[in-house]
DNA sequence: ATCGCCTAGTCGACTTGTCAACTACTGTAC
DNA sequence: GTACAGTAGTTGACAAGTCGACTAGGCGAT
């Protein structure tokens, strides 16, 4: 369902192919939500039996048709129906906590190389986002909707690095 | 695999049954992972039926009889071999984000009140975090090391309400 | 020329997670 | 005296997400 409704949100910035969409969720959207291409596709086939979303096959010059998905107006109150309904409730789900969680089952190496790995992973995704916030600017309302969430991201991070510092010298 | 690797580790802690692990799930292991109880009682029963777990039936006083869990040594080890092995990659999913992402979509006042009911999430979570850690010592290795996850929380809770401040400074 | 990578999309099998209903007993509040 | 909340567990139907393999053409490098 969320997923349904992210992706008719994207087609309702810019209509877009499955490929394009797999991109976003790898790129700028890639800080609140993450698909399969696989679920991509079959999502975007179930917008189209709901009237979501239309097809145009594009012949590609030199590269395979796209199929562009463009959201109707259907589409459009669907997704405003849902930014008006109740939030989700969130579900915490980290697995790199859960193995601190139970880090008593490890030695000191296999805890350090625990952490040294989450430390990495997240100076990693900090440089894409830091990247990204700097690629954006915020030109209208959405485009700082947008940005604003990025910022949600990288703030997330460097708690996480903070925590991290905080946790290995609480557990020399 | 994650869910049934917390359960053993839950087991690794202490002998429980369904019943007690689905209130770990609402509380001390909240912070990093959520389960369904049909979902930890279907697992429980893969744990037995892989070795990795023992069922004992305690007759209930008062109360219905108890199924306790309890781990094997094959648990242990699978338990162990889990904790060394490369962390899962964290897969980001947010329904909240997504919606402020699509905020352009929203007025000024759907927005605002999608901020506040954020707003009010977290410190409900925050207080719950907060009481849990003020009723935790760090008695042992173990102990403290689970208590540093659910710093992590706390962590990651007061960033939530400090970008809530300034994304809704920011977007006035 | 052949290998690997990028674009673009499809399919099947599978695992994981969610929802709602149902059984069954106890203790407490109204 | 009965309605509700808590303990304890089970089941079926679904929805959501993951993995790997497959087709198919184009482009650049070796």
């Known amino acids: ?15 877009m192919t499955g490929y ?4 976003h969720f790898d790129s700028t959207a890639g800080h609140f939500w993450t698909a399969d291409k696989a679920q991509i596709y079959r999502t975007l086939a ?10 145009e096959t594009v012949a590609g010059s030199g590269a395979p048709d796209r199929q562009e998905h463009r959201i109707t107006a259907a589409g459009e109150a669907a997704l405003a129906e849902w930014l008006a309904s109740e939030p989700e409730r969130q579900t915490e789900r980290d697995p790199f906590l859960a193995r601190v969680f139970f880090g008593a089952g490890l030695d000191e190496d296999g805890l350090r190389s625990l952490f040294a790995g989450r430390r ?3 100076h990693e995704r900090l440089a894409r986002y830091e990247q990204l916030r700097a690629e954006n600017s ?22 996480e690095l903070a ?10």
Chains 1, 2 share one sequence.
């Open 163 to 172: 925590w991290l510092d905080a946790a290995e010298e609480e557990l020399t």
């Open 46 to 55: 179930k917008l189209v039996a709901d009237g979501h979303a239309e097809v």
């Open 1 to 15: 369902m969320v997923l349904a409704r992210i992706i008719l949100g994207l087609l309702a910035i810019a209509p």
């Open 20 to 23: 394009d969409l797999k991109r």
């Open 138 to 159: 915020a030109t209208d309302r959405g485009a700082r909707l947008r940005l604003v969430t990025l910022d949600n991201g990288i703030a997330h991070l460097r708690t």
């Open 120 to 122: 990495e992973a997240v």
